[in-house]
């Protein structure tokens, strides 16, 4: 009788391997707690094998054991559906990671699986979602209120000509002339805003490093004294297909920006920019699970994003600089995002470091 129950237990196991495609830690355990199965992304976090992992009661893997089996037993019972908290995983080698357990019965109720999700994913899934939706946010309010600026624009500057025509003193013309100096000047602003959703997206193939070679030769023909550009590429990294253009003005953009916030350091001869690039492997974000991912930092050693718009960088018309437009960083994103990517900010005084997020194939 041992061997066909043994038998179905390892059927039972094959149908749980598509959670090896999953990001987040999930193992299937018995009604006693003993595991079945686990995926590949939890013996990586334990820092050991499937093999151990199988067969080992699996409250045993936290700091607080009793945890985990008085919900099993809760779940067990029929009191619950699903049952959640919050613990801390221990894993060899390394500090316990503190998780979010999620305990669902499968049906019929045999085995119990448990997902864990640890708390700073967490917190990065819910900080990608908000930049998400503020993104979305901005889009459409940039493309209403620009188009609301742009129809009376044409009224008023069509007027102030014609009342240029019709004055007689040449010294009220200065007047007329700059109502029509400033319609111009919001025209050409609300140009910039729209300029992003009005260009078709022109997908090539793009070597990331021309792309920073390229704005990098921009930065030094601005900034010849006072300011070290430094390259640290990952040249392993392949060709993938984009805008060409629109990733050099995304980090043309950032790395302006950065050289402008590095003005004190470049009077003292000390401050560097520098370009990073690197390949991530099985990483998420926004929502989906990439096998490879371009991960693109642009580094200086300024004073730091000021903490008033520190939660407000990406909005439209937001700067740190007198005379900015605050433009530059939301169409960054605007273009990173039409590439399904991301744009990431970790900022500190000395240190601002930009991570721009973007699949490979």
Request: glycine fraction near 6%; charged fraction near 25%.
């Amino acid at each position: 009788m041992t061997t066909p129950v043994g038998r179905g237990r390892e059927i039972g196991a094959a149908n749980y391997q598509p959670f090896d495609l999953l990001a987040t830690l999930v193992t299937v355990v018995d009604r006693q707690g003993v595991v079945l199965f686990s995926n590949a992304a939890l013996e990586d976090v334990l820092g050991i094998s499937r093999r151990s992992i199988v067969g080992m009661a699996f409250a045993e893997a936290f700091t607080e054991p009793s945890q985990l089996q008085n919900a099993l037993e809760g779940v067990i019972e029929n009191e619950f559906g699903a049952m959640r908290y919050d613990a801390w995983l221990k894993r060899v080698g390394y500090e316990s990671l503190p998780v979010h357990v999620i305990i669902t019965r499968t049906d019929p109720a045999e085995d119990i699986i448990v997902e864990l999700v640890p708390l700073e994913q967490q917190t990065r899934q819910d900080r990608e979602e908000r930049i998400l939706e503020q993104a979305q946010t901005n889009k459409e309010l940039i493309r209403n209120l620009a188009h609301e600026i742009k129809n009376p624009l044409g009224g008023i500057r069509g007027a102030a000509q014609l009342l240029e025509l019709e004055m007689d003193s040449p010294d009220l013309t200065e007047y007329t002339q700059v109502i029509i100096h400033e319609a111009d000047r919001l025209q050409s602003l609300v140009d910039r805003l729209l300029a992003p959703h009005r260009r078709p997206h022109m997908v090539t193939d793009v070597n990331i490093h021309e792309v920073c070679e390229r704005v990098r030769s921009l930065i030094v023909a601005e900034f010849p004294k006072g300011l070290k550009v430094v390259r640290d590429y990952d040249t392993s990294i392949p060709e993938f297909r984009g805008d060409h253009e629109q990733l050099i003005q995304t980090v043309l953009n950032i790395a302006h920006n950065a050289a402008h916030a590095l003005s004190d350091r470049i009077a003292a001869g000390d401050a560097e920019l520098t370009f990073k690039t690197r390949v991530m492997r099985q990483i998420t974000f926004g929502k989906q699970r990439y096998r490879l991912a371009l991960e693109l930092h642009v580094i200086d050693n300024g004073p730091g994003v000021p903490d008033s718009i520190k939660d407000r960088i990406f909005y439209p018309l937001v700067s740190g600089r007198e005379g900015g437009s605050g433009l530059g960083l939301t169409l960054a994103q605007t273009f990173v995002q039409q590439h399904h990517g991301l744009i990431e900010v970790d900022s500190v005084p000395g240190r601002t470091d930009f991570k721009i997020l973007i699949p490979l194939p």
